[in-house]
Protein backbone atom coordinates (compact mmCIF):
# COMPACT_ATOMS: atom_id res chain seq x y z
CA UNK A 1 0.00 0.00 0.00
CA UNK A 2 1.28 3.70 -0.32
CA UNK A 3 1.33 6.57 1.71
CA UNK A 4 1.37 10.30 0.87
CA UNK A 5 4.10 12.27 1.84
CA UNK A 6 2.35 15.86 3.00
CA UNK A 7 3.73 19.04 3.97
CA UNK A 8 2.49 20.00 7.51
CA UNK A 9 2.76 23.94 7.14
CA UNK A 10 0.90 24.37 3.60
CA UNK A 11 -0.48 20.54 3.12
CA UNK A 12 1.00 20.18 -0.60
CA UNK A 13 1.34 16.62 -1.47
CA UNK A 14 5.06 15.95 -1.64
CA UNK A 15 5.77 12.59 -2.64
CA UNK A 16 3.65 9.01 -2.40
CA UNK A 17 5.71 6.32 -0.98
CA UNK A 18 5.19 2.60 -1.08
CA UNK A 19 4.36 1.53 2.99
CA UNK A 20 7.37 -1.52 3.45
CA UNK A 21 5.13 -2.78 6.20
CA UNK A 22 1.69 -3.80 4.72
CA UNK A 23 -0.45 -2.54 7.85
CA UNK A 24 -3.73 -0.58 7.60
CA UNK A 25 -3.09 2.56 8.71
CA UNK A 26 -6.03 5.01 9.64
CA UNK A 27 -4.65 7.88 7.88
CA UNK A 28 -1.96 6.90 5.06
CA UNK A 29 -0.26 10.18 5.48
CA UNK A 30 3.22 11.33 6.41
CA UNK A 31 4.09 14.78 7.42
CA UNK A 32 6.86 16.66 6.50
CA UNK A 33 8.09 20.30 5.30
CA UNK A 34 8.36 21.09 1.71
CA UNK A 35 11.36 23.23 0.30
CA UNK A 36 9.58 26.62 0.44
CA UNK A 37 8.16 26.24 4.31
CA UNK A 38 11.37 24.78 5.23
CA UNK A 39 13.35 28.30 4.04
CA UNK A 40 10.49 29.96 5.51
CA UNK A 41 10.72 28.25 9.21
CA UNK A 42 14.64 28.54 8.86
CA UNK A 43 14.33 32.60 8.30
CA UNK A 44 11.58 32.75 11.14
CA UNK A 45 13.90 31.02 13.45
CA UNK A 46 16.85 32.85 12.38
CA UNK A 47 14.81 36.04 12.77
CA UNK A 48 13.87 35.34 16.38
CA UNK A 49 17.22 34.32 17.32
CA UNK A 50 18.57 37.73 16.21
CA UNK A 51 15.40 39.39 18.04
CA UNK A 52 16.58 37.43 21.25
CA UNK A 53 20.09 38.66 21.11
CA UNK A 54 18.58 42.52 21.41
CA UNK A 55 16.49 41.70 24.50
CA UNK A 56 18.44 42.42 28.06
ZN1 LIG B 1 5.02 23.64 2.51
Redesign the pocket.
Known sequence: MTYLVV?A??L?IMDEKECPDAQPMDKPISHS??P??LEREIAQINSISINETHIG
Do not use: L, Q
Open positions: CWCKICEC
